[in-house]
């Protein structure tokens, strides 16, 4: 009797552990050990929006310190991404972060087109062309209302510097300088302003998208991978 309960337990399907998701590092998988991979596979597909913006801090640095290695191009690693993406999509907005943005005085230069943005009004874009796999694949997902009627500062048009540094239309400022942003458009120019004026030389960070409605989302596409592959063994 003892045998067959081991066994029962032997042959049952169980959840890998330390999955790596190379989708998600932006093309830094090959500037990353596999202990490195797995951490920040955990965090990004924590749930935990404060897990999201730290890695995103982490793949900023990893970018940083070894920008001339992400010149290797790996294809068979590229292909098999890409491959995977299409199989389950990422959002179209990722969290990312930016490090040494240069203050300005909003009111002269309008780098940043900012707008309010209810929390649930958040939704999940699918990247061009795939609107119709995500839909089949992500049918069953319910988004978070944890964090509902809640302000966040939406980035409705990008100019100049900020262009240039990867800010993209509609993302979603998340942090600050490190600390969570909870203030509105308006705060928020008011506070580059104030730096600015403190010293024109200054500099702040910003993180885009690591809000929960993206941190639970990733979470839930994490899950259908690890389904799928345990569905293969």
């Known amino acids: 009797k003892n045998n067959k309960k081991k066994n029962k337990n032997k042959n ?17 998988e090959d500037c990353m050990g596999k202990d490195e991979q797995a951490f920040v ?5 924590s749930g935990d929006e404060e897990k999201l913006n730290q890695a995103a801090m982490i793949l900023n640095g990893i970018l940083k310190m070894d920008s001339a290695a992400i010149q290797k191009f790996n294809l068979q690693a590229f292909e098999r991404n890409e491959k995977m993406k299409k199989s389950f999509p990422l959002p179209n907005h990722m ?3 930016f490090s040494n943005i240069a203050t300005y005085n909003p009111k002269q230069k309008r780098f940043l087109n900012l707008t309010n943005l209810s929390t649930d009004n958040i939704k999940m874009t699918p990247p061009q062309k795939m609107a ?3 839909d089949k694949i992500y049918d069953d997902y319910v988004p978070s209302t944890q964090n509902n ?16 540094l990867g800010i993209r239309r509609n993302d979603i400022i ?5 600390m969570t942003w909870n ?9 580059i302003l104030n730096l600015h004026e403190q010293d024109p030389n200054s500099e702040f960070t910003m993180t885009v998208n690591a809000n929960m409605e993206t941190a639970k989302f990733l979470q839930y596409r994490h899950r259908m991978v690890l389904k799928s592959r345990i569905e293969l063994l």
């Open 12 to 28: 049952k399907k169980s959840m890998p552990e330390n999955v790596v998701d190379t989708t998600l590092f932006m093309g830094l």
């Open 41 to 45: 596979t955990s965090f990004l597909t």
């Open 95 to 97: 969290p990312n972060y």
């Open 132 to 134: 119709r796999v995500w």
């Open 149 to 164: 009627k809640q302000n966040r500062v939406c980035i409705q048009g990008v100019r100049g510097p900020m262009g240039k």
């Open 174 to 178: 998340t942090h600050i300088n490190d």
């Open 183 to 191: 203030g509105t458009a308006e705060e928020l120019n008011d506070y």
